[in-house]
């Protein structure tokens, strides 16, 4: 595995509706791709990771949380064909991955990501969304397991190799 060029966060708000469990997505603006996606980015220099899912939060979607109420659910490692991003653009970074269940504010359009939609874990959008979430995002919203691994992303954007495993929660 190649060492990580960044550290990325990757948070997703959820919450129950009735008798199913849903999550916000929203795509970001001004991009190259329209994907739907949780909120999440950089680590900045000096930021701790939670610091700076915090932070991105807040940025994309207008809600407020606390450290304390982060849940974390792994990482994963990205290597991206560089034609994606352009030469030393991060084409591998880590990925941290948190599930939120508590915040203060509703998730809203902001000048970083689209109008936020909300949808039920056990049919999400994937036609619509990054091609390797298929194969975990469901298991950390829907099973809640933490996931481990590594995903190498084409020129297509298409996974073209994988390698993840999951953790039961306790």
Not at 12 to 25: I, K
Not at 49 to 78: C, H, N, P
Request: with cysteine.
């Amino acid at each position: 595995m190649s060492r990580p060029d960044r550290e990325m966060t990757l948070c997703f708000l959820v919450r129950e509706s009735g008798l199913s469990r849903e999550v916000v997505l929203a795509a970001k603006k001004g991009g190259k791709w329209d994907y739907l996606n949780g909120y999440g980015g950089k680590v900045e220099g000096g930021q701790s990771v939670e610091d700076a899912v915090l932070d991105e939060l807040s940025k994309e979607s207008s809600v407020v949380a606390a450290a304390t109420d982060l849940k974390y659910r792994g990482y994963i490692d990205f290597h991206v064909a560089e034609e994606l991003f352009g030469e030393g653009k991060g084409r591998n970074h880590r990925c941290h991955i948190y599930v939120l269940e508590k915040w203060q504010g509703q998730p809203c359009e902001t000048k970083e990501m689209g109008q936020p939609e909300w949808y039920c874990v056990r049919s999400l959008p994937f036609d619509r969304m990054w091609s390797d979430d298929r194969y975990w995002v469901e298991q950390v919203l829907v099973y809640d397991q933490r996931v481990y691994g590594e995903v190498y992303l084409g020129i297509k954007r298409e996974v073209t190799k994988m390698s993840v495993r999951f953790v039961d929660v306790i």
